[in-house]
């Protein structure tokens, strides 16, 4: 079964940090692209990072350039987020994603690019 399990996250204050992880399973192809998405109440599913299988091609909504770091350890199949400088606009569920099919995606922050989610978890940032 395949299954994205993910760890982290939670309440920090304005200007801090949090790291959440998602650890994938039930399967050995490593060629999926891999996202995260961020969902707040109400509101639509936006995409907040993504990279390639190979890690070699990052993408960042505008929103986080330069504060969140998206990166993945092949060997562990384990998708990594680092999230610096958080500012409240940050708060939101969190889920991480992998891509319906292999290789190559043009629509990396669209979710109906990607099939299989992680259960979400929640990050709060307080001002």
């Known amino acids: 079964q395949v299954q994205l399990v993910q760890s982290g996250g939670g309440s920090v204050q304005a200007g801090g940090s949090l790291r959440l992880s998602c650890a994938a399973s039930?399967?050995?192809?490593?060629?999926?692209?891999m996202g995260w998405f961020r969902q707040v109440s109400g509101k639509e599913r936006e995409g907040v990072a993504a990279?390639?299988?190979?890690?070699?091609?990052?993408h960042y909504a505008d929103s986080v350039k330069g504060r969140f770091i998206i990166s993945r350890d092949n060997s562990e199949n384990t998708l990594y987020l680092q999230m610096n400088s958080l500012k409240p606009e940050d708060t939101a569920v969190y889920y991480c994603?992998?891509?319906?099919?292999?290789?190559?995606?043009?629509?990396?922050?669209?979710?109906?690019?990607?099939?299989?989610w992680g259960q979400g978890t929640q990050v709060t940032v307080s001002s």
């Open positions: 039930g399967y050995t192809d490593r060629r999926y692209y």
């Open positions: 994603a992998r891509a319906s099919t292999n290789g190559y995606i043009n629509r990396v922050f669209d979710p109906t690019q990607f099939n299989v």
């Open positions: 990279i390639s299988p190979g890690g070699i091609t990052i």
